[in-house]
């Protein structure tokens, strides 16, 4: 399922597109993760505002939404770059025999 948000006239809305309709109520999370970053979006749906379906089969819906709030976490990929620099130079000093304080 793909969730796009945004607005439309004052209001903030969700599309979300996939194979099948859906019936969003109440609140809401959805958390997306991309290899640099991980994005929560949480949020409450007002009301459903329409519903359409293409030629290739896909569903749209879009919601009227409140109470929005987005978090994007990029902690992940710094800490793996950290602990492969660790490796890094754990393995040089092993090399080098140099010894390292912890």
Known sequence: MEY???????????????????????????????????ITDSFRVVRKLDSTEDAAGNCYDRYEIDRHNRIID????????????????????METGIELDS
């Open 74 to 93: 990029k902690t992940g990929p710094v800490a793996e770059r950290e602990a492969q620099n660790r490796a890094d130079i754990d393995f040089i000093a």
């Open 4 to 38: 796009v948000f945004g607005t439309q006239d004052d209001i903030e809305i969700v599309k979300t597109k996939g194979r099948e309709h859906t019936s969003l109520t109440g609140f809401q999370q959805v958390v997306r993760e991309f290899p640099d970053s991980k």
